[in-house]
């Protein structure tokens, strides 16, 4: 199994930058992705971006292209979702989650933290 936990969420200005973590332990030598995913009020879980974690390579979803980064630490076993423009549509719980095998579900998730962007 594998074990994430995020860390970082806060309250942030509109416009302003936040940088969350997502740290994985376990049988860590399993992992093919990683992903970010939030959970607005009222709304269901969406794709934020994703990280291969041999490769480093990067998907987004639309809005967030250009204002988000996800980077990745392979010796620290840590993924990093960098956030930059904050707006009001970006407030949500954040989630991380991993997954074994290309286009499989993601598996393994960890507890969320919360972003507040105030406007």
């Known amino acids: 199994q594998v074990q994430v936990v995020e860390s970082g969420g806060g309250l942030v200005q509109a416009g302003g930058s936040l940088r969350l973590s997502c740290a994985a332990s376990?049988?860590?030598?399993?992992?093919?992705?990683m992903g970010w995913f939030r959970q607005a009020p009222g709304k269901g879980r969406e794709f934020v971006g994703s990280?291969?974690?041999?490769?480093?390579?990067?998907w987004y979803t639309d809005s967030v292209k250009g204002r988000f980064t996800i980077s990745r630490d392979n010796a620290k076993n840590t993924m990093y979702l960098e956030m930059n423009s904050l707006q009001g549509a970006d407030t949500a719980v954040y989630y991380c989650g991993s997954r074994r095998v290309s286009g499989a579900r993601y598996e393994y998730w960890g507890q969320g933290t919360q972003v507040t962007v105030s406007t």
């Open positions: 990280i291969t974690w041999s490769s480093g390579n990067t």
């Open positions: 376990g049988r860590t030598n399993t992992i093919y992705e």
